[in-house]
């Protein structure tokens, strides 16, 4: 099998298409951010990148990223120069949006590519590939490639996390690879792209540090790991250049306390605007059921500001009305310590079989308990489950569970009715063929398991049909739709993570397939 299989490149060229397909579908206010971005980084000096402010949507990404929209503005005036003018707020010409969607499209490559080098070095055993490594080959290329959640936010919503996604697969490759300081050198690049990706940190810092900078030394049988300073020191210097290209020109203008203010906005509420199906979401739940049955009965709380709810669509949340307020600091604690375990776990037993579970659960701790999180991040479990999930039954199970009922969590994304039918072709789409890819059955999935992904039926047709229909005309209600999604995926998501942890620790992720792959 050559790098580059016919099977894989016929997914790739589907992937493509159904991009194509999506160029005319909506597209939501990030792709004015991204086209902003543009006008900053090729309109103005370097020095005021980080400063500008016409627009609302103010340049927020780490320094690669703004140098990354910087070469993508050099390519931009063949299509239509106008775009990259500062003072042109929301502007959208035929040409702009032909140039954004494609500049998504191309650099989704790297995604391919990477997906392709990571299930080369995942399924070969001693440089050979039998028939079982060719099916999970293939398995790990599709479910990547053909990812729901990625049409979704990438192709109709708009942003760039395929790219971003590719450079991280890329960065696992090279670390399962036993090639750790490319590894290190990609993911350091990684998170001056986008620093959403310091949540996975922990694992590779643990694992880095305890599998390469503790080398075994000894006989078969008889090995035993001894501490390298050398190693150490050289994956330290890696890591420096690596952030000083991306720092230094701001250091030097004395800019970083400014890239820290633009970086980490703490200023924002606890949850988004739309509610992420986390544990967050349910906290926000419970505290406004509590306030409503508190009023009810003839209890009012005094001091709760009703015009930055939760549930009013702001991005500040207000005071709680009956639990405790949260604040940053909390969510950093609860976060690190929900890490824990895994992180111990991975620390005993630095094999790369444990390395890539606790990449997902770091995710999804991230994702559950981060402070202002996006829906969007829960592809930051979902993407490494989806290259380890053909291992056995329990992570083809939690992958199928995990990504469904995640992607489903993004429909919201997609308010108008036009886009349900693709929303909905997506996702089953993607569900099929990973139970397909993956050689599951509906016998390998509990009954709960099952009620699970069943519910979800129920939840669509409150959501696209009931109320529009009963409760639509009055807009006291207008809340409902997007407070049942997020509450039922919050709950099944929540369940999910624990499950996912207690496999970790027991063991579960690494052990042969009950059902082996034929």
């Keep these: ?258 890239l820290k203010e633009r970086l980490f906005p703490f200023k924002r509420g606890l949850v988004h605007a739309y509610w992420a199906p986390n544990f967050w979401a349910l906290y926000v739940a419970t505290d406004r059921i509590a306030r409503l049955v508190l009023k009810s009965r003839g209890i009012n709380l005094p001091g709760v500001d009703d015009s930055a709810s939760a549930t009013s669509g702001l991005v500040g949340v207000g005071s709680f009305a009956v639990l405790p307020n949260i604040a940053p600091i909390v969510t950093f604690i609860a976060t690190s310590l929900s890490m824990l375990p895994v992180l111990y776990h991975l620390w005993r037993k630095p094999v790369r079989e444990n390395f890539i579970p606790a990449l997902v659960h770091c995710g999804m701790c991230s994702f559950m308990l981060g402070w202002h999180v996006h829906e969007k991040a829960i592809l930051l479990p979902v993407i490494p489950l989806g290259l380890i999930a053909s291992e056995n039954l329990f992570q083809r199970r939690m992958f199928v569970l995990m990504a469904t009922v995640g992607h489903y969590g993004l429909f919201p994304l997609l308010f108008n009715s036009t886009e349900t039918p693709i929303k909905i072709f997506l996702l089953l789409g993607h569900t099929t063929l990973s139970i397909t890819m993956l050689q599951a059955s509906w016998k390998d999935f509990s009954f709960i398991d099952k009620m699970m992904l069943v519910g979800l039926i129920p939840v669509q047709a409150f959501y696209s049909l009931l109320h529009p229909w009963i409760l639509g005309k009055n807009p006291k209600y207008d809340f409902l739709p997007l407070l049942v999604v997020s509450v039922y995926c919050a709950a099944v998501l929540v369940l999910l993570w624990i499950q996912y942890a207690v496999g970790i620790l027991r063991n579960r992720v690494g052990q042969a397939a009950k059902k082996k792959m034929e």
């Design 1 to 258: 099998m050559g790098f580059l299989s016919q099977t894989g490149i016929l997914w790739f060229i589907l992937a493509t298409a159904i991009k194509l397909l999506l160029i005319p579908s909506y597209r939501s206010t990030d792709f004015e951010v991204h086209r902003n971005w543009l006008a900053i980084t090729h309109s103005l000096p370097i020095s005021k990148w980080y400063y500008e402010n016409t627009s609302e949507w103010t340049l927020d990404y780490p320094p690669f990223f703004a140098y990354f929209e910087y070469g993508m503005s050099q390519v931009a005036p063949f299509f239509d120069p106008n775009m990259l003018d500062v003072k042109n707020l929301n502007y959208a010409s035929p040409q702009t949006i032909l140039f954004q969607r494609l500049s998504v499209i191309v650099t989704d490559t790297i995604l391919f590519l990477a997906t392709i080098y990571f299930a080369r070095v995942w399924t070969a055993k001693n440089g050979k590939q039998d028939a079982d490594d060719g099916i999970k080959y293939n398995a790990i290329v599709s479910i990547t490639v053909l990812n729901a959640g990625l049409f979704i936010i990438d192709h109709i919503h708009f942003q760039y996390n395929g790219f971003l996604f590719g450079i991280f697969i890329l960065s696992i490759a090279l670390v399962v690879a036993e090639k750790q300081i490319l590894g290190a050198a990609v993911f350091a690049a990684l998170l001056n792209f986008k620093h959403i990706y310091l949540y996975v940190a922990p694992v590779y810092f643990i694992y880095l540090f305890r599998a390469y900078c503790f080398p075994e030394t000894g006989a078969e049988g008889k090995k035993k790991r001894s501490f390298s300073f050398a190693r150490l020191v050289g994956l330290g210097i890696v890591v420096a250049i690596v952030f000083a290209i991306s720092l230094g020109p701001f250091a030097l203008m004395g800019q970083l306390l400014q």
